[in-house]
C-alpha cells in the first residue's frame, strides 16, 4: 500500500488517480500517524519550499518521514517533494529541509540568464545509470517539469538521470531508499506512469 501525503500542497488527486490507473493500492493520508503501517510513502509539492517545510513540521509529518527512512523504506519526492528531501534550499531566504539527501535547493536565475522561468513543460531526460526505478526508462525519454528552482547532491552518484535548462540538474535521483523525481510523473503520460509502477515495484 503506497499512502499519499496530505499536508495541504500537492496534486494529490492527480497522483491518486494515476495509481488508481495503475491498480495500484493507494490511500491520501492527512494525519502522520498514516505513515507507521505503510509500506512506501509519496511527498508530493507544488508552491514555495519554506511554506511546505513550515505545514510539514508543523502538522507533525517531519518527523514521521524522517523516520520513516530510518526504517529503510521507500519514499517518491515529486517535485517540490523531491527539493523537500535535501537539506535546505534558498528559496526566498534559507529554509532547512527534510535532511535525507545531502546537498541544497538553489534558484536557476542565477545559472539561467537567457530562459523564461519558471521551466514549464516537457523535457527530456539523460539516463546516467541504471536502477530499478528507470526500469524501461531509456535517454531521451520526456517529462513534464514545472519549477524554478533546481536541487544540488552533493553526491553525483545519487544521480540516476538528469535534464538540461542551460544547465544540467538532476531530474531522478536516489540515496538508499529515498527516491526523487523533479518532474510531475502523473503528468507524463506513458514515462511517468512507469515510473510510478517501478516504485510500487520496490522492495
Known sequence: MIRIINYG????????????FLNIP???????????????????????????????NNLGFAKKIQEFADKKKPILGICLGMQLLFDKSEEYGSHQGLGLIKGKVLPFRKKVKNLPLPLIGW????????????????????????HSFYCKSAAASIILASAKYGISFPAIIQQGTVYGCQFHPEKSQTAGLKILENFHKLC
Open 26 to 56: 493507494n490511500k491520501i493520508i492527512k494525519k502522520p500517524s498514516g505513515i507507521t503501517a505503510c509500506d512506501k510513502i509519496i511527498l508530493p509539492g507544488v508552491g514555495a519550499f519554506g511554506a511546505a517545510m513550515d505545514r510539514l
Open 123 to 146: 523535457n527530456d531526460i539523460t539516463k546516467n545509470k541504471p536502477a530499478p526505478l528507470l526500469d524501461g526508462i531509456e535517454t531521451g525519454a520526456s517529462f513534464y517539469f514545472v
Open 9 to 20: 500542497v500537492g496534486n494529490l488527486q492527480s497522483v491518486k488517480n494515476s495509481l488508481d
